[in-house]
C-alpha cells in the first residue's frame, strides 16, 4: 500500500511569541517530549509504561474515576480482574503521552513500520461519492497518534478542543497542520459542514460528556449515557456517508492497527436517540476487543437522567471543593 505524503509548513507558528517567563515551564515539558520521541520506539512503550504506573499510584481521582467506570462497564468481572484492568489502563494512558510526541515529531520512516490498516476500501468507496466522509471515531488512549497514522494512507481533516494553554495550543494546531489536510473547532459547526461538502475527509470522536445540550441519553455498556447528537446532525446537514475508525495498539506494543469499517446505512434515520444508540453499541464493541485502550479516566458518565444522582461522588464532590477553594483564593486582597 503506497503512503500518502502529506507534509506542510506552518507559518502561523511564531516560538518568539511565548518567551514570556509563564511559557517556560510549558517549553521545558515540550522539549522533554521532543526528546523523548528521538528513542528508540520500543524503548518509548516502555517508559510509557512505567510513566503509567506512577500514574495510577499518584492521580487519586483519576483512579477513582477510572474504578467507578470499570466497576459500572464490567460488573461480570470480580474484583481481581477489574484492578488489573485498572492498572493496564493507566499503563495505557501512559503510552499515549509517548505517543503524543511520536505523533508531532515522530519520523515518517519509524511510523511506516509500525502501522497495519484494515478496511481502507472502505474510506476509499464512502470517498468516491463525491460528499466528503465523516470518520467515526472515539476517545481511545491512542488517539492522537492515529491521526498521524491514517494521513498517511489518506488525506484527513480533524476536529479539535481549544486548550487553555496558548504555547500548547500553538504546538497542537501546528504538529496537527503538519501531517493534517486541516483542523476544525468542534464549535466551528458550518466549518465542518462546509470541508465536507467540499468533499473532505474529517475525524470526529463522539464519545465525551459535554452535558446535556445538543446530547441525548443512549445505553453505552447498558448505562444511559449522555451522547451527542453532533454526528447525525453533520451527515444530514453534509450529506457525506459516516465511516467508523478506531485504533488499537497490537498487543505487544510494536504498532498499531487501523481499523475502518463499512459505511453506515440509513443514517441518519431521523431519530436522534435510536442514531446514537447505534454509535454507542459500534463503539462498545471496539472497546471491548481492547478495554485496557480505553480513556476511562473521563467521567463519560457524568451527565445523569433527571432525577438520578451522580455516579462519581468522591470525585465530583473534590472537583467542587478544589473549584471553590480557587475562587476563595482569587477573591482575596
Not at 462546509?194 to 441525548?216: K, M
Request: charged share 25%.
Amino acid at each position: 500500500m503506497n503512503s500518502v505524503k502529506h507534509h506542510k509548513s506552518n507559518e502561523g507558528f511564531r516560538p518568539s511569541a511565548f518567551l514570556h517567563p509563564r511559557y517556560w515551564l510549558t517549553w521545558l515539558g515540550l522539549g522533554a517530549l521532543w526528546l523523548l520521541s528521538r528513542l528508540p520506539f520500543t524503548l518509548q512503550m516502555r517508559l510509557g509504561s512505567l510513566l503509567g504506573m506512577l500514574m495510577y499510584h499518584l492521580a487519586r481521582r483519576r483512579r477513582h474515576i477510572t474504578r467507578c467506570n470499570i466497576g459500572l462497564c464490567f460488573p461480570e468481572l470480580d474484583s481481581a480482574a477489574q484492578q488489573m484492568l485498572i492498572r493496564k489502563t493507566f499503563r495505557s494512558a501512559g503510552i499515549s503521552l509517548m505517543e503524543t510526541g511520536l505523533a508531532w515529531w515522530g519520523r515518517d520512516k519509524v511510523l511506516a513500520r509500525r502501522v497495519q490498516v484494515e478496511g481502507l476500501e472502505h474510506l476509499q468507496r464512502a470517498t468516491a461519492l463525491g460528499k466528503g466522509v465523516l470518520l467515526l471515531g472515539a476517545h481511545f488512549t491512542s488517539l492522537e497518534i492515529s491521526g498521524r497514522l491514517l494521513a498517511r494512507f489518506h488525506p484527513c481533516a480533524a476536529m479539535y478542543r481549544k486548550h487553555d494553554n496558548p504555547l500548547f495550543e500553538a504546538i497542537i494546531k501546528h504538529s496537527r497542520e503538519t501531517h493534517l489536510d486541516k483542523i476544525i473547532s468542534r464549535r466551528d459547526m458550518r466549518g465542518m459542514v462546509r470541508a465536507l461538502r467540499e468533499g473532505t475527509v474529517v475525524w470526529y470522536a463522539t464519545d465525551q460528556d459535554f452535558g446535556p445540550r445538543n446530547s441525548v441519553f443512549a445505553p453505552f455498556f447498558g448505562i444511559q449515557t449522555a451522547s451527542l447528537v453532533m454526528t447525525s446532525k453533520l451527515a444530514r446537514l453534509s450529506g457525506a456517508p459516516v465511516v467508523p475508525f478506531f485504533s488499537q495498539r497490537l498487543d505487544d506494543d510494536s504498532g498499531y492497527k487501523l481499523i475502518l469499517l463499512p459505511a453506515l446505512t440509513d443514517f441518519p434515520s431521523g431519530d436522534d436517540v435510536a442514531d446514537a444508540a447505534r454509535i454507542n453499541a459500534i463503539i462498545e464493541r471496539q472497546v471491548r476487543k481492547v478495554p485496557d485502550q480505553y480513556l476511562w479516566l473521563h467521567r463519560r458518565f457524568k451527565t445523569r437522567p433527571e432525577g438520578e444522582s451522580g455516579l462519581y461522588s468522591w470525585a465530583d464532590k473534590k472537583r467542587t471543593r478544589d473549584r471553590d477553594r480557587q475562587r476563595r483564593e482569587e477573591t482575596l486582597p
